[in-house]
């Protein structure tokens, strides 16, 4: 086989490839033959299927294999001899023979991985949050864990904001029922923010018994484009009327925290834990985002577009899954724009291709005994953390997802001892995204 390389652009190559036609054929012959010793067919005893017959039964998908595995074999130790980095997977194209050719010829298009020079971040500023958690926010987090655990008892009175109310609705249009717009016992806790504005304020000061009717308009943004921008008539009925009633902060409210004595400072101890968990979690995100960043920046390059077009197809994937999981499509095939995630994909491929280069360059390989704290922290916001060391350690993709997250924590803290890290104060509410 003789092989020429042609350079189309920075990244892309073509490898020219000609394949003996007579080898191929010998191949191709050897291997009929042993499939006539062991081919069944109607009328014929095993191994005893005529030649020929085997020939126009089996050839073209013998041939096939032959030359796939030539072309195979040969790019293999073509990419090796030029010491080429293939990106993806070749393109095989035939090219036309030239007169009463002896070979067959091939171009086996493909690209390369770019070179990756990671650029000078000594002079890149990272901001780093810093968060207390005090006995204000443990306060703040016991409330909202008791309105999580609210319970309603009628009260005989008008609807208020904060009201868990129970209603019968029909609404029309032009006089005509649209669908989703009746509904009989249906209960909503006014102020949430679970249904429009005006449909809410329309039921606050109504008493149980009551009816009324009203027009509400929707917006024109509405995901019911056939109800987007129409004014609409509603006929309601307020059949109960019942006020939040919020648990006491005693033991028996411990207790359902998981705090099995009830005893009150310790609940108070473990919520501020696991909120000084979560912060931790928060900072090191948004810290692992800059820094990332910061990167990306400072690192310019052209990617492969093979790389951008398989990242594309594993986020289509995954987020089909998702989609499925959360049973908001049906099942089988979901066709998702792959423009949705273009960017998503350029960004990752030039994150892992950047990250890989320093991981090689600056050894930042996870140790072992750095997957095996990160595991421990994990299983630490788990009931029995023994349990949870077990399932890690038990399959070794589950653990490759943790030996990922090291690599990237080395990461982080090699860009973080040569660029310049600035503190900066962050309210506790900002940081959990409670504003």
Same mark, same amino acid.
């Given at each position: 086989?003789?092989?020429?390389?042609?350079?189309?652009?920075?990244?892309?190559?073509?490898?020219?490839?000609?394949?003996?036609? &007579?080898?191929?054929?010998?191949?191709?012959?050897?291997?009929?033959?042993?499939?006539?010793?062991?081919?069944?067919?109607?009328?014929?005893?095993?191994?005893?299927?005529?030649?020929?017959?085997?020939?126009?039964?089996?050839?073209?998908?013998?041939?096939?294999?032959?030359? /796939?595995?030539?072309?195979?074999?040969?790019?293999?130790?073509?990419?090796?001899?030029?010491?080429?980095?293939?990106?993806?997977?070749?393109?095989?194209?035939?090219?036309?023979?030239?007169?009463?050719?002896?070979?067959?010829?091939?171009?086996?298009?493909?690209?390369?991985?770019?070179?990756?020079?990671?650029?000078?971040?000594? /002079?890149?500023?990272?901001?780093?949050?810093?968060?207390?958690?005090?006995?204000?926010?443990?306060?703040?987090?016991?409330?909202?864990?008791?309105?999580?655990?609210?319970?309603?008892?009628?009260?005989?009175?008008?609807?208020?904001?904060?009201?868990?109310?129970?209603?019968?609705?029909?609404?029309?249009?032009?006089?005509?029922?649209?669908?989703?717009?009746?509904?009989?016992?249906?209960?909503?806790?006014?102020?949430?923010?679970?249904?429009?504005?005006?449909?809410?304020?329309?039921?606050?000061?109504?008493?149980?018994?009551?009816?009324?009717?009203?027009?509400?308009?929707?917006?024109?943004?509405?995901?019911?484009?056939?109800?987007?921008?129409?004014?609409?008539?509603? &006929?309601?009925?307020?059949?109960?009327?019942?006020?939040?009633?919020?648990?006491?902060?005693?033991?028996?409210?411990?207790?359902?925290?998981?705090?099995?004595?009830?005893?009150?400072?310790?609940?108070?101890?473990?919520?501020?834990?696991?909120?000084?968990?979560?912060?931790?979690?928060?900072?090191? /995100?948004?810290?692992?985002?800059?820094?990332?960043?910061?990167?990306?920046?400072?690192?310019?390059?052209?990617?492969?577009?093979?790389?951008?077009?398989?990242?594309?197809?594993?986020?289509?994937?995954?987020?089909?899954?998702?989609?499925?999981?959360?049973?908001?499509?049906?099942?089988?095939?979901?066709?998702?724009? &792959?423009?949705?995630?273009?960017?998503?994909?350029?960004?990752?491929?030039?994150? /892992?291709?950047?990250?890989?280069?320093?991981?090689?360059?600056?050894?930042?390989?996870?140790?072992?005994?750095?997957?095996?704290?990160?595991?421990?922290?994990?299983?630490?916001?788990?009931?029995?953390?023994?349990?949870?060391?077990?399932?890690?350690?038990?399959?070794?993709?589950?653990?490759?997802?943790?030996?990922?997250?090291?690599?990237?924590?080395?990461?982080?803290?090699?860009?973080?001892?040569?660029?310049?890290?600035?503190?900066?104060?962050?309210?506790?509410?900002?940081?959990?995204?409670?504003?």
């Amino acid at each position: 086989m003789e092989t020429t390389t042609e350079n189309s652009s920075s990244l892309q190559r073509t490898l020219n490839l000609a394949v003996s036609l &007579a080898n191929m054929e010998a191949e191709v012959g050897n291997r009929l033959k042993r499939v006539a010793r062991t081919v069944k067919m109607d009328g014929f005893r095993p191994g005893k299927v005529p030649m020929k017959i085997v020939e126009q039964q089996y050839s073209g998908q013998v041939r096939q294999e032959v030359l /796939g595995e030539a072309v195979q074999k040969n790019f293999a130790e073509a990419v090796r001899a030029q010491n080429l980095k293939v990106a993806g997977y070749p393109r095989i194209e035939a090219r036309p023979a030239e007169g009463e050719s002896k070979e067959l010829h091939v171009a086996a298009n493909f690209e390369v991985y770019p070179d990756v020079v990671v650029g000078d971040i000594s /002079g890149v500023a990272i901001d780093r949050p810093q968060t207390v958690v005090g006995d204000a926010e443990v306060d703040k987090t016991i409330e909202i864990l008791r309105k999580q655990r609210v319970n309603y008892a009628p009260a005989e009175r008008q609807a208020a904001t904060g009201d868990q109310v129970e209603i019968d609705y029909r609404g029309t249009l032009n006089g005509e029922e649209f669908q989703g717009g009746q509904a009989h016992g249906y209960k909503l806790v006014l102020g949430e923010g679970h249904t429009l504005k005006d449909f809410e304020g329309a039921i606050l000061g109504m008493t149980a018994g009551e009816s009324k009717s009203f027009e509400l308009t929707f917006p024109e943004d509405y995901h019911a484009k056939e109800l987007a921008g129409k004014t609409v008539t509603f &006929a309601v009925t307020l059949n109960q009327v019942a006020e939040p009633k919020l648990p006491e902060v005693d033991a028996d409210f411990a207790k359902s925290l998981g705090v099995a004595d009830g005893n009150l400072e310790t609940m108070r101890s473990e919520i501020k834990a696991n909120l000084e968990r979560e912060v931790k979690k928060r900072i090191d /995100g948004r810290v692992k985002e800059r820094v990332m960043q910061a990167l990306l920046d400072a690192t310019p390059f052209e990617q492969p577009r093979s790389l951008i077009e398989m990242e594309i197809d594993h986020l289509r994937q995954q987020a089909g899954e998702d989609l499925r999981a959360r049973g908001l499509t049906a099942s089988g095939d979901i066709s998702l724009p &792959a423009n949705l995630f273009e960017d998503q994909a350029r960004r990752r491929v030039s994150l /892992g291709l950047i990250m890989s280069e320093l991981v090689n360059a600056h050894q930042l390989q996870a140790k072992p005994e750095q997957v095996r704290e990160r595991v421990n922290e994990l299983a630490q916001s788990y009931e029995q953390p023994d349990q949870v060391l077990a399932w890690y350690y038990g399959e070794p993709n589950r653990l490759a997802t943790v030996e990922s997250l090291v690599i990237e924590d080395n990461v982080v803290k090699w860009v973080l001892e040569r660029a310049k890290v600035v503190e900066v104060t962050s309210a506790f509410d900002e940081l959990m995204g409670n504003n």
